[in-house]
């Protein structure tokens, strides 16, 4: 008799548990789907305003970097865009294996900006694909987005033993090398990224934060 009520109360508390668990997922899906919306909106007017943005602004992606965005259209319909997302993450966790299942991932990750979880499947990646030079780069700049400017020092690096002259990630090295305050690393890359590409847009700017960070201007 006890045996069926403890069995009774634990279906009970599991039911009551996955109601729950429901009703996050439901709010979860609404607040993403909600804020998907309001950031497109934002991004296309903020676009239309500014114009293009330069390697040390919005997502710090250099012209020409290694793809991160897939190519995808971000101001699509937000609710298409999270199904996107939830089918990608499926397929990456059934398929760990899958390099493309978790390169696709790692892109749709960072077009709604989930730097971390696009640096996750960005990781899955490199361990199956250790020389992939778009992942290398990639890993970079999600890490640098993501505020890991160690972390993407040491991608961006790694990316530049494959290609020493690849000018989009000696350029994303610049920008993360200012960002962490590094002027004679900054110095050393400027110089390379100006003998390279002496007409390079970003250098103007590079140069200018570079002479505030020897001035010890913040």
Known sequence: MHLAKDARATIKLTMNRDNLLFAIIGILIGFIIGFMLANSILTRDAALKAGPLSATQGQNLPPNHPPVNGGGDQSGDPQQ???????????????????????????????????DQAIEYLLIANKLKPNDFNVLGMLG?????????DAAEKWYRAAILRK???????????????????????EEAINKLAKIDPTNQDLPQFKAKLSELKSGKK
């Open 81 to 115: 865009m999270f199904t996107q997302v939830q089918e990608a993450m499926k397929q990456a966790r059934e398929h760990p294996d899958d390099f493309d299942a978790q390169l696709t991932a790692a892109k749709l990750e960072y077009q709604i900006q989930r730097f």
């Open 141 to 149: 700049v999600a890490n640098m987005d993501a505020g890991h400017f």
């Open 164 to 186: 020493p002259d690849d000018i989009p990630v000696i350029d994303g090295l610049c920008a993360v090398l200012l960002s962490k305050g590094d002027a004679k690393g900054a």
